[in-house]
């Protein structure tokens, strides 16, 4: 019954550049959430096109937004004060810097966070252990189901 159970959950295999390997399951999962490793591979620089094309789209609806919002503001002659076109102003400018610096703004929260989750992992895992799921559900299993 134990050869049947590793024939079933034994598996390597090689998934957007990272190995994932069901006998070292830390090392695999680190590998793949490892996040100056995923920026070499295809999937980091499809994003940068995906975010270079949605930029410039965004910034146009932003503009058209704003224009929309600064007439209607123009068309309320009673209601209209230096302060509300100011502030309209002024959240366009920050829309504007936040559209255009969003992907780094990801890159550096993605950055801190794979920091703190590298040294997490390190703490609580000992490089001299290995997690194999087949030995693992081996091992959950007592023997006299076998019988």
Do not use: C
Not at 61 to 73: A, D, E, P, S, W
Not at 89 to 103: M, T
């Amino acid at each position: 019954m134990d050869g049947i159970i590793r024939l079933l959950y034994s598996f390597k295999f090689t998934v957007f550049g990272v190995e994932l390997d069901s006998g070292n399951l830390i090392s695999s999962v680190q590998k793949l959430t490892n996040f100056s490793s995923v920026q070499n591979i295809n999937i980091w620089s499809i994003g940068k096109t995906v975010n270079d094309v949605i930029v410039p789209i965004a910034l146009s609806l932003l503009i058209l937004f704003f224009m929309i919002n600064l007439i209607k503001k123009a068309m309320e002659v009673e209601r209209i004060s230096w302060e509300r076109i100011v502030m309209s102003v002024v959240s366009f400018l920050l829309l504007k810097y936040f559209i255009q610096n969003g992907y780094t703004f990801l890159s550096t929260i993605m950055n801190i966070v794979n920091d703190i989750f590298i040294s997490v992992t390190n703490v609580i895992s000992n490089n001299n252990t290995s997690i194999n799921i087949a030995d693992t559900l081996i091992n959950a299993v007592p023997d006299r189901i076998y019988r």
